[in-house]
């Protein structure tokens, strides 16, 4: 990863006035991530935290690759300037990627004292959480956002599951070889594309809608006894392998891993199914882990000539044993794609979703002209995984092998004075 670069120095576009310089500033920075075309905050995120008594600084150019130019977040109450300026006594930073290569750039340009808010993945590389505590940087971790209905306004892996779900079923129509829906046509009557959604959390359930809405027959599958109604309610069709499972679904609401042995029998029984499909996609991850492998090279030699996967776990190993992750590969007659960042093709809706997903989570954490660190609320407790120099994620030290941090034991009661006595 190249040093991060700033842009040419500009003249900030408005200056801090003496009552908004009390506020706790919010620093947006334009991504480093390469290929990156978010933002992570637009104008009109920009607007409501102003008004909530947030001051906003926004890198020149940040959110110009998302269609959102300076002039805009000015008029929304932003102050523009270059990214040193930008990041000079902010309390908060803002950005999409903080992790490896990124986190690495980033860090020599923070100051200890100052917090970090990211997408981090830190199940997966919990050493983020130790990188930031060492530097002194406070962390917060998007994925971290509990599985409650108050946090889901701040739900950016759902967020950003939808609209992978959306561009995994039109990638499927634009490299099929057949068109998605039924068509009468004096040359005859051309027969539906078959689609098969593997998994249906937000993202298999949004790409089994946008297939129906195409014209495709859509059928979907998922461990889950209770994803059958959700799949019926987006117009597809489940599929049942009756193959029993146990514990197949996690507090927070995610498919459960499964055992080798049900994998097993779970690949023997899809064969059938897969052979019968035109366009494949599929969702399933596990936090943390390793993505399972849901089609085997020998069921893909079982497919159509001209079947097409799309495989959005690639980023986390793939749930198709032949997917390379940001590759087109064809195999046996079957196309495979393993796309990544799937989010920064659609910059403006994405950054949408995003920024509200963070500006609900900053009026939550800051408050009266100052962050809220209260861990007895389980949002905050949950995101956090580095403060004041440690990490203090419960889940992230376990990981680490690092002690449990013991609770503080209540402050002895103050001895009374002479004069307290005799009063008494």
């Not at 971290?144 to 990638?171: C, E, F, H, W």
């Not at 998922?222 to 499972?245: F, H, K, M, T």
């Not at 013991?406 to 005799?422: F, G, I, R």
């Amino acid at each position: 990863m190249p040093p991060i670069t700033e842009p040419a120095p500009e003249i900030v576009t408005r200056v801090l006035n003496e009552e908004e310089d009390r506020f706790v500033k919010i620093a947006v920075i334009k991504e480093i991530y390469p290929g990156e075309t978010r933002v992570a905050l637009i104008p009109a995120n920009v607007s409501k935290l102003t008004q909530a008594g947030l001051s906003i600084a926004v890198e020149a150019g940040a959110g110009e690759a998302a269609g959102f130019d300076d002039a805009r977040y000015v008029e929304a109450g932003a102050v523009i300037a270059d990214r040193a300026e930008t990041l000079k006594d902010a309390a908060v930073v803002l950005t999409h990627h903080g992790r490896g290569d990124e986190l690495d750039a980033l860090l020599p340009h923070l100051t200890r004292g100052q917090t970090l808010v990211a997408m981090m993945d830190p199940l997966s590389g919990p050493q983020v959480a130790q990188k930031l505590a060492d530097a002194g940087i406070n962390g917060v971790a998007l994925e971290l956002v509990p599985r409650i209905t108050r946090a889901q306004a701040m739900d950016v892996l759902s967020s950003n599951a939808t609209i992978a779900g959306y561009k995994a079923a039109l990638l499927g129509a634009t490299h099929s070889h057949q068109l998605f829906p039924m068509m009468m046509t004096a040359a005859g009557t051309l027969k539906p594309a078959r689609v098969f959604i593997m998994g249906v959390g937000v993202a298999g359930l949004q790409a089994c809608a946008t297939a129906k809405r195409l014209g495709a027959v859509v059928e979907a599958y998922d461990i889950r006894p209770a994803a059958r109604e959700q799949i019926l309610s987006v117009g597809a069709r489940p599929v049942e392998l009756n193959i029993e499972a146990e514990d197949t679904e996690t507090s927070g609401g995610y498919a459960k891993e499964q055992s080798a042995e049900f994998i097993a029998k779970q690949q023997q029984a899809m064969a059938d199914v897969l052979a019968q499909q035109d366009v494949v996609i599929t969702t399933a991850a596990i936090p943390g882990r390793k993505a399972p492998v849901l089609i085997t090279e020998a069921q893909l030699m079982q497919m159509k000539p001209g079947a097409v996967i799309i495989d959005l776990a690639a980023e986390t190993g793939g749930n198709c044993e032949l997917t390379e992750a940001g590759e087109v590969v064809v195999h046996h007659g079957v196309t495979i794609l393993g796309p990544k960042n799937f989010a920064a093709t659609v910059p403006n809706h994405a950054s949408q979703m995003f920024g509200t997903n963070l500006t609900n989570l900053l009026m939550l954490m800051a408050k009266d002209g100052e962050l809220n660190w209260d861990f007895e609320d389980e949002i905050i407790r949950d995101v956090t995984i580095a403060k004041e120099g440690e990490v203090v994620s419960a889940r992230l030290r376990d990981l680490l092998g690092l002690p449990a941090i013991e609770p503080a034991e209540p402050a002895a009661p103050a001895e009374a004075t002479d004069s307290q006595k005799e009063a008494n």
